[in-house]
């Protein structure tokens, strides 16, 4: 099993930042992607940013050049750097990590007003 506590949501106004944090605990020697996603209301889920073992990372064309997703290894801990932060943003974020299954996190809510 792993465990996935996401945090570092709130309310920003458009064009503000926030940086989201996701720390895993438990089984997380067989991680081998771990990311975020997204979901707004009334919409599906959403691939937002991941990020390999290997550092390989994959952005949703919307996130591309506003956010960044990185990880501490020692801290079994994801990140995402959102800047630029538009209205449409506004959801709440999943973490996710990928071993044997995919294993998500309860959400973080995350808002932008224009």
């Known amino acids: 099993q792993v465990h996935l506590v996401e945090s570092g949501g709130g309310l920003v106004q458009a064009g503000g930042s926030l940086r989201l944090s996701c720390p895993a605990s438990?089984?997380?020697?067989?991680?081998?992607?771990i990311g975020w996603y997204r979901q707004a209301p009334g919409k599906q889920r959403d691939l937002v940013a991941t990020i390999s073992s290997g550092e390989s990372k994959n952005y949703a064309e919307s996130v591309k050049s506003r956010f960044t997703i990185s990880r501490d290894a020692a801290k079994n801990t994801v990140y995402l750097q959102m800047s630029s932060l538009k209205p449409e943003d506004t959801a709440v974020y999943y973490c996710m990590a990928l071993s044997n299954r995919a294993y998500w996190g309860q959400g973080t809510q995350v808002n932008v007003s224009s």
């Open positions: 438990g089984s997380t020697a067989g991680l081998y992607t």
